[in-house]
């Protein structure tokens, strides 16, 4: 029996649906480095952390973590670091004679202990050499890629690190991204044997569009996370139920899934467990009003919460003024609408807000930024375009939350 999830990622042998789309990047990356990109929460970090758990063809896996990194070197050092705790013989053999740096560093691994790695690098290379470049390239790829070792190093939240630089070293993201790719591409991935598999919630490419530098990225395959169908929603509903020998009326899963909407596998998760407790709760078979409820619980709860709240406050993180007002204005209004709203009505409304601001901008590059914005948001899962250019939330559960609290 699968356990439920409401935020953690998966032990590999509770991931739902993803043998498929997991063996489909096997074979993509034997020919090609992979950015996968999906919104938060939908279970990027779960595939990549069975990616690890259980590689294939013959390749090492090395994660790293690097949403709060904003520096080429700190790149490094994380990527060495989580190599060493990983793979401590394979790493030494490989970096031992090959690395003056590192290598010195390794003979001090007694005395700084394994936790005092990454401390013990950033030390050793501020005595030598700090240019990030000559380090990464004579120091890690020249010795990873003679070892003849295949390695996959996977990456997650690779988008922050670039937003992060180019808030606090933006110099450096071009010199690095452009630095990134000639690695991925020369030699070619096929005559390579390292890897990369980057995961990232956040779209890069409007960034990078308004820093001209969209190129920087085009050498790796762009791969998105399947979106769950209804029927697998179905699915996880009945089997998660069924296993746990709830009663429930044979229109339950269905209505979840309508309810959802685009499914984010969290909230599935948590409606799903929510149901069960319902069903613990009264203590009789779960009807159709249960769903309902489910979903008002769950808005309200605190263990949602703070999901939700994210997708609230992620917009401010990342959308710059006037895009950020707009996404809000745009939000509100798709959230009281019954079946949303035709792209027209937004982008009066969105003409409506920038004039209102004062803004004096030329008609075609206003409708360069609300076409913008748009994709935006439905790259970044808070809208779908429904119908024939009709949008709405992508999420069920988000529009409701949003109505409740910030329309
Ligand atoms: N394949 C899946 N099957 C079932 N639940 C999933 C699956 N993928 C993700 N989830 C749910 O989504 C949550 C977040 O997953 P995670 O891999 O951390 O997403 P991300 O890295 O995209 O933010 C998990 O705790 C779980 O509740
Ligand atoms: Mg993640």
């Known amino acids: 029996m699968s356990d439920f999830y409401t935020g953690s990622p998966l032990d590999p042998e509770d991931m739902w649906f993803r043998d498929d789309f997991i063996n489909l990047l096997w074979e993509i990356l034997r020919t090609e480095h992979v950015l996968l990109t999906a919104p938060r929460r939908t279970g990027k970090t779960s595939v990549m952390d069975f990616m690890a758990a259980k590689p294939q063809e013959g390749y090492s896996a090395i994660s790293v ?36 740096w590192i290598g010195s560093t390794l003979d001090r691994i007694e005395e700084v202990g394994f936790a005092g790695f990454k401390i013990a690098l950033r030390e050793q290379k501020s005595k030598g050499s700090d240019d990030w470049k000559l380090l990464g390239d004579h120091e890690f790829f020249e010795v990873v890629r003679r070892s003849k070792q295949k390695l996959l190093f996977i990456v997650d939240e690779f988008p922050d690190l670039i937003l992060n630089m180019k808030r606090n070293h933006p110099e450096l993201v071009r010199p690095f991204l452009a630095w990134f790719r000639s690695h991925c591409v020369s030699p070619h991935p ?26 920087l990225i085009n050498s790796l395959h762009d791969e998105r996370l399947p979106v769950l169908t209804s029927s697998q929603v179905q699915e996880f509903v009945s089997r998660m139920l069924s ?9 339950i899963p269905s209505e979840v899934a309508n309810r959802l909407g685009r ?32 979903f008002s619980e769950l808005i309200v709860s605190s263990a949602a919460r703070d999901k939700l709240q994210h997708y609230y406050s992620r917009i401010n993180q990342y959308y710059d003024e006037p895009k950020r007002s707009a996404a809000y204005a745009l939000l509100a209004k798709l959230s009281q609408s019954n079946h949303g709203v035709p792209r027209k009505a937004l982008e009066q ?6 004039q ?20 935006d948001l439905e790259n970044d899962f808070y809208v779908a375009e429904t119908s024939n250019d009709q949008f709405d939330f992508a999420s069920g559960l988000l529009k409701a939350w949003w109505k409740k609290y910030y329309a």
């Open 243 to 251: 296993d746990r020998n709830v009663d429930f009326h044979s229109g």
């Open 356 to 375: 209102s601001q004062g803004a004096n901008l030329p008609d075609h590059e206003r409708r360069r930024l609300f076409n913008q914005l748009l994709r």
């Open 263 to 294: 499914p984010v596998p969290l909230f599935l998760q948590m409606v799903t467990q929510d149901l069960y407790r319902i069903w613990k709760r009264v203590q009789r078979p779960l009807e159709i009003e249960d769903v309902h409820t489910a």
């Open 190 to 215: 096929k005559h390579d044997t390292i890897r990369w598999l980057l995961g990232g919630s956040v779209n890069l490419s409007s960034t990078l569009d308004a820093m001209g530098s969209i190129d």
């Open 65 to 100: 973590f690097v949403q709060d990194l904003d520096h080429p070197s700190e790149f490094l050092l994380t990527l060495l670091d989580a190599f060493q705790a990983k793979h401590p013989v394979l790493f030494r053999k490989i970096f031992k004679s090959g690395s003056s």
């Open 349 to 354: 409304e969105f003409d409506r807000l920038i």
